[in-house]
């Protein structure tokens, strides 16, 4: 497809068109994830710019790693149905910080606030109850996986990516769609063969624009909504069969509890 049908198609993309209806989702939220500086928020830069078509604009920054113990999870909305979401977390290693990323995987942070990182069971069993005191169940969750083709991938990191990336599959019906970045500086064929032993299905190297170069080209353009794309692409395959946006919900929150309670075990 080229550039002006693949921006007609997520434009016009609407959940209610579905073979079953919308069946209670209402939007449907693009959620990255990845470590710390391996190009989340200007990949959201970069779709933005590919959608919309205008000059090249900044509208995620590079967030300061203030090393606090609060966080915020910024969305930026793409089209009146989808959204892009930019979670916080760098650290896998860290068992505390895994649990925050599970809990905004399954959607129990909150958008656009500033919240307190959960230190305990009581923590994550106090913000679940207070999720559940306005329960959010309409969001249809895409995960996308971001990673560098700068950074050398070790043995360790991939112990950790890969039940992550089995999990998300598990709890959104989705396996991760992998984004590399800095396609140009490094060896990305090399970490595709990677992720593609890891089980992904769809993975993207990419070049995106940033600050230094936002140099717009078809090619470069296209990738980017062929991301989007194949996200649409994600949800129209899932949204074939009945689904239970409260079901979900409460298999999502068990996760959780079985989680931060093996975790704290
Ligand atoms: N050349 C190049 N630089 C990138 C790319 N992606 C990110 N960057 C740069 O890498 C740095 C970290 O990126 P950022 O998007 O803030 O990473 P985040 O922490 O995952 O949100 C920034 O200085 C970006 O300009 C890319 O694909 N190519
Ligand atoms: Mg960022």
Known sequence: MDVDKLREYIQSFCLNDCP???QGYTRILLQLFGFLGHGKSSLINSCKFA???KGFKKHAEAAANDG???MERKSYQLTGNITMVDNRGCAMINPYEMAEIYAQLCNFVPLDERV???QNYEDMMFRLEDDDVNPNFADFVVPIFV??????ISGREIDEIQPFLKNCRDLTGIFPIIVLTNKTSGDFAELRNIFEGMGAEEILAVENYTDEDHF????RHTLFLELIHKALKDV????????DPIRDRAQRKKFLLKYVHERDL
């Open 20 to 22: 079953l209806g919308n």
């Open 51 to 53: 959608l919309l078509g």
């Open 68 to 70: 606090g113990l609060t």
């Open 116 to 118: 307190e990182w959960n």
């Open 147 to 152: 990673y560098s083709v700068k950074k050398a």
């Open 216 to 219: 717009k080209t078809r090619g």
């Open 236 to 243: 129209s395959f899932c949204m074939k069969e009945q689904r």
